[in-house]
């Protein structure tokens, strides 16, 4: 199957927050979950084998890692460069929609306070290899004290700013 990006992600916040008009594909790699935003067609699938069924244009790793102030629980990471993963070259356009992406297109107003959204080079504790692959990394920042409602908060906001940054790239002629 071919689809235009393929979102990885162990965080069911995501799946909350798309389109009720979905379909669940079950492929050689596992299952994942297709749905058209715009003109894009997105799989949502959790992390698997380093090698997927799925044909994509395009592959997002969204999932959580460990912030450090001024990072605050809940906040975004966008990272430009990933220290001591070398190969992870984010995809310079979705890059771009990322940083262009704005607080009014994606803060619900049921968050406690508003994330913010970080950007540039970092050292992240994510160990998933899928992440190695990926066009662009959204995480969730928590701490190493989150208990399970702050690790929801920061799935939500890792899911929350994905869906804005695709329903961005849907108005993108793509590359």
Known sequence: MTVDIAVVTAAPA??????SDRETVHHPGGTAV????GSLL????PPSSPTSALDARH????GLAQGFPPVRPGDVLVPSKVVGRPEYRPDAQLLALARATQADDWIPDRFAHSPAVH???MAIGTSDPQADGAALMV???VDARSDPVLRADAADA?????????????EQPFT
């Open 59 to 62: 592959r997002l790793f969204v």
């Open 42 to 45: 997105v799989a949502v699938e």
């Open 119 to 121: 950007f540039g080079p």
């Open 158 to 170: 890792a899911a929350e700013f994905t869906l804005a940054l695709l329903h961005r790239l849907a």
């Open 34 to 37: 297709i749905v058209h935003i």
């Open 14 to 19: 995501l799946l909350r927050v798309l389109s």
């Open 139 to 141: 995480l969730g920042a």
